[in-house]
């Protein structure tokens, strides 16, 4: 009996020891992975969704131009025996740009003046003598054809005289010339690139949203990288009724507060304000992963990165107006995206 006793005794010691290494190393495991856990959650940077008043705006883009640019193209023909400007010289309307040969056409005028003036005088002459009823009335009718003919031709004479004295049809720089002296020109040749730059002008698109919120007339801030932490004044002068090809349509807007260093041809941004104010939830945008088109952002639940979806607006500065998918109380990421993944265990960051 007192062996059995023992026997049993042992038993249960070894069964002790065996469940207390059991439950240590359940305890153990447990702490090893709540470790591991939390060494290997991403620190982000969180936000929390509040709503916020804000007030409704927009920015577009585009490239600056001339108030007019003018591919200057010839409506005559002759050699050119002198051209009197070159790239980069400010003309004003009726400028000599080039003079093209005209000895042929001042003969041509000469001639032609004198046909007429005899023609003239030939008819005051008929017009006396039908009156005595020396010259019938047809061979004064035939006569008057002949002078009117002759006229005509005296005037064109002198119309392609005067127009091998080429210029100027408007006033601005020689971006471009495309001749030179001894070119023999045909109608339609190209000869300059001229731009009216006295004032600049942009062109930018918007979307139907957001042409609801502009008017012809309003003001609107412009921003070029090429002068950073620099502004500019520009007017709405022109939006379009029809929306282009991307359903976007044309806003042109005129620079009335540039610096002088402003080129047509350089990349700008223009920044619509709205009197309109909303209320609603903006978050900064560099939460928003994907397009603007197909945006979303990571919320965080329970310590876990979850993906979600969302609608968006206007720009709102550097932040942006959400319209779906979001809630007041939601933990959004801003900071540390390329780290995570949907089902990333996160840990916040200041």
């Known amino acids: 009996m007192k062996k059995i006793i023992y026997i049993l005794s042992i038993c249960a010691v070894v069964a ?4 207390v290494l059991v439950m240590n190393k359940k305890t153990t495991k447990e702490k090893t992975q709540m470790v591991a856990d939390v060494s290997s959650a991403v620190a982000v940077k969180i936000i929390t969704v509040k709503d916020s008043t804000y007030v409704v705006g927009f920015s577009s883009s585009g490239v600056l131009q001339a108030l007019r640019e003018l591919p200057f ?13 070159d790239e980069g010289s400010v003309v004003n309307k009726g400028t000599l740009l080039i003079q093209l040969d005209s000895e042929m056409l001042s003969a041509d005028v000469a001639s032609a003046e004198a046909a007429f003036e005899g023609l003239k005088k030939d008819y005051e002459r008929y017009k006396n003598s039908n009156a005595q ?70 062109m930018c698109f918007v979307t139907e949203k957001q042409i609801l919120d502009i008017w012809k007339g309003q003001m609107v801030r412009l921003v070029s990288e090429t002068f950073p932490g620099e502004t500019f004044a520009g007017k709405i002068v022109f939006i379009g009724d029809k929306a282009e090809r991307s359903l976007n349509f044309p806003v042109e807007i005129t620079i009335t507060d540039g610096k002088k260093e ?89």
């Open 133 to 202: 009823g020396g010259v019938t009335d047809q061979q004064l009718d035939n006569l008057h054809t002949q002078m009117v003919a002759s006229e005509s031709r005296y005037v064109t004479s002198k119309r392609h005289l005067a127009d091998a004295s080429i210029k100027a049809p408007i006033a601005g720089t020689i971006n471009k010339r495309y001749v030179e002296v001894g070119s023999y020109l045909n109608p339609g040749s190209k000869l300059f690139d001229i731009i009216d730059n006295s004032q600049l002008k942009v």
């Open 16 to 19: 002790t020891i065996v469940v």
């Open 73 to 85: 193209v010839s409506d005559v023909s002759g050699r050119i025996v002198n051209i009197y400007v």
């Open 262 to 350: 402003l080129k047509s041809g350089m990349f700008i941004s223009v920044n619509f304000n709205s009197d309109t104010q909303k209320n609603g939830i903006i978050i900064p945008r560099n939460a928003i992963s994907g397009s603007v088109e197909a945006a979303s952002v990571f919320v965080i639940k329970s310590g876990t990165a979850k993906k979600q979806s969302i609608v968006v607006g206007n720009m709102v500065d550097e932040q942006i107006e959400v319209l779906q998918g979001l809630q007041c109380g939601d933990s959004v990421v801003v900071g540390g995206l390329i780290n995570i993944t949907e089902g990333s265990k996160v840990k916040s960051v200041q």
